[in-house]
């Protein structure tokens, strides 16, 4: 069980054992910057040494917290615009499909929370620069049904291969998922390796300087008798051979005997492999149970580029110097005016009575000393430097350029007389600073929606699983909810023998279509937005004109039964039949067409309902 012995029986382990203190190694710089960024979040926002020389010095360390609210603005704004998946078709067979599709990702997402586990690894990203989501299908053997999770993961607790640059993990050869579980937990899922297990635990716990890492152990944590398990997802290359035959592009697999192939050609494949272990331990080493050629994990940068020696950074990075000093000065200032109230006296020699009471109660308000010789004198007064507010003012002036958060955007009063435009344009141009962000958050649901669905030959994870009849509830184009069935099978005839011909309705696994995220944000507060938007652009029309889109300003509206408000719109708006016409002198009513015929409804009824909305 010694390491030296896993180097000469087990090259792979060794391998793979190497890979991860490679990993462990490059992420530890941004692993010690990202937990004070969290501390700094949180308000732990002092070291240790100048608490130490503060409280020898009898002074305070006061903390004003200014980062969090920066961040929490933040993560607001994303919860409150948060971008809707739609799916573009290729084909125009496929337009259904699509529409399926679409209604199928939102009923899984809202299935697992996404719209939480999206928010949480956003504020990964914003305060530490890192967050991840890890897509898997889960089976749960007491329903008998499994489904497909997006889930938050702790930024520390995934490495990816050192020498990858790329955001999406495309040249990334590896991503190691580290989770410290139980030695219980272990041995529940891997019975078979029970004895290896406990040995291992054994070993670490006579040595609890074993790893003597930096940060945190490697492989055991003594103290909270947890383990390091090790699942290395990697890349294994291989060569698969095709043959020529007839014009058509076929693998060994499909070759039929009598086929004479015109030419044979290698091609190399990269096929995604799960190794796991534990410290010196191998437990398994299997193909990835997914389908999509990818790795199950999709980080979430808030500032990176990929460059060489560069390490990812969120907002509190850039705020942690102007935290101190603000934390400093305030400290300062609160120790001058405590120091204010008790000044000091001057006090000739022989009056140990007088001096006693001035020590005891010197500064108390109100307070009555007697004394019989020359009368104390009180030190000058200390007044508090006026540079102390400009100091004040310049640290919020500081906080707002560096976060790229203006006053407009925090709700702050600005001055007298800015007009209801001004702060819009300041809003927006906090928006557009901050708009880095959200673009890779875009980002990162791109490809979260490609380890679902998959490409041509690489199925996702609901074209792998859902293969099964199955029901969802979705969302129709009318606003509405619907139920549609996917995977239905349908006969559609039969063959000469008598066999029913069968077709899937809803087929998952099949169509060409492109993922894209919406534009606009599909929130409440954007449709509102919309909805006096388009009243706007309605005022300018003439009236008869405006009735042409009453029904887009009920669909755009969040009105409740607004199908139903639509529906009498148009009843209201469409001309009855006039009722059969008597002879005069028998209860007949005016010709045709002359005023007060009956049943024509009159167009000024609706227009005037429009008017009202406008």
């Known amino acids: 069980m010694q390491s030296i012995e896993v180097e000469e029986l087990n090259p792979k382990l060794s391998r793979f054992r190497t890979m991860f203190k490679a990993a462990v ?175 291992f635990t054994q070993l670490r716990d006579q040595d609890e300087d074993l790893d003597n890492e930096e940060l945190e152990p490697v492989w055991y944590d003594a103290k909270k008798k947890k383990c390091r398990l090790i699942t290395v997802w990697y890349k294994d290359y291989k060569q698969k051979t095709y043959y020529a035959v007839g014009g058509q592009i076929v693998t060994k697999e499909n070759l039929i005997p009598g086929m004479i192939p015109t030419q044979t050609f290698r091609v190399p494949q990269t096929e995604i492999r799960c190794y796991v272990m534990l410290g010196d331990v191998e437990l398994e080493d299997i193909p990835s149970p997914y389908k999509h050629g990818r790795f199950p994990f999709v980080p979430y940068y808030a500032y990176y580029i990929g460059e060489e020696g560069e390490e990812p950074a969120g907002i509190v990075r850039d705020l942690q110097d102007v935290q101190r000093e603000h934390n400093k000065r305030r400290s300062q ?28 109660a010197g500064s108390t308000p109100g307070v009555v000393i007697e004394y019989e010789q020359d009368p104390p004198k009180q030190f000058d007064t200390t007044q508090v430097p006026a540079a102390f507010a400009q100091f004040d003012n310049q640290a919020s002036e500081d906080f707002r350029e560096i976060s790229g958060i203006n006053e407009a955007m925090l709700g702050q009063e600005m001055a007298a007389g800015i007009s209801g435009k001004a702060i819009e344009l300041r809003q927006r141009q906090a928006v557009t600073q901050v708009a880095g962000l959200f673009d890779n958050l875009r980002e990162t649901k791109e490809m979260i929606l490609h380890l679902l669905w998959g490409s041509q030959g690489a199925p996702g994870l609901i074209p792998q699983y859902y293969t099964e009849e199955k029901t969802f509830r979705i969302l129709g184009d009318n606003g509405q909810e619907e139920f549609v069935t996917v995977n239905q099978q349908q006969v559609v005839g039969y063959d000469w023998l008598g066999n029913a ?114």
């Open 25 to 199: 190694e490059k992420q530890k710089p941004w692993r010690r910057n990202a937990k004070t960024d969290y501390k700094f979040y949180f308000g732990d926002q002092w070291d240790e040494s100048d608490r130490q020389a503060l409280r020898k010095q009898k002074r305070p360390a006061i903390t004003i917290n200014r980062v969090r609210p920066f961040i929490n603005l933040i993560s607001g704004y994303q919860r409150i615009n948060r971008y809707e998946p739609d799916f573009k078709p290729r084909t125009a067979k496929d337009l259904d499909l699509c529409k399926v599709r679409k209604g199928v990702t939102k009923y899984i997402m809202d299935s697992c929370k996404f719209n939480k586990q999206e928010s949480r690894y956003f504020m990964d990203g914003t305060i530490g620069g890192l967050g991840w989501a890890e897509v898997s299908y889960e089976f749960d053997y007491h329903a008998m049904d499994g489904k497909v999770c997006i889930k938050r993961r702790s930024p520390f607790d995934i490495y990816i291969d050192p020498e990858s640059r790329e955001p999406d993990l495309s040249d990334a050869e590896y991503v190691i998922d580290a989770k410290w579980v139980s030695k219980n937990d272990l041995i529940r899922t891997y019975p078979e390796f029970k004895e290896d297990i406990e040995t």
């Open 501 to 614: 011909i069968h077709q899937t309705l809803n087929d998952l696994s099949v169509g060409e279509f492109d993922v894209v995220i919406s534009e606009a944000p599909a929130t409440p507060t954007q449709r509102i937005a919309q909805y006096y938007g388009l009243l706007e652009l309605l005022k300018l029309m003439p009236p008869n004109v405006q009735m042409l889109f009453a029904d887009m300003v009920i669909e755009a509206s969040d009105f409740d039964n607004k199908e139903e408000l639509k529906q009498r719109l148009q009843a209201a708006l469409q001309p009855q039949a006039p009722p059969q016409q008597l002879p005069p002198g028998q209860g007949g009513g005016p010709p045709p067409g002359q005023p007060g015929q009956p049943g024509i409804v009159p167009q000024g009824v609706a227009a005037q309902a429009m008017q009202a909305a406008l």
């Open 333 to 360: 200032f609160l120790h001058l005016i405590n120091t204010m109230a008790n000044r000091g006296w001057f006090l000739r020699k022989g009056q140990p009575q007088a001096k006693k009471q001035l020590e005891t």
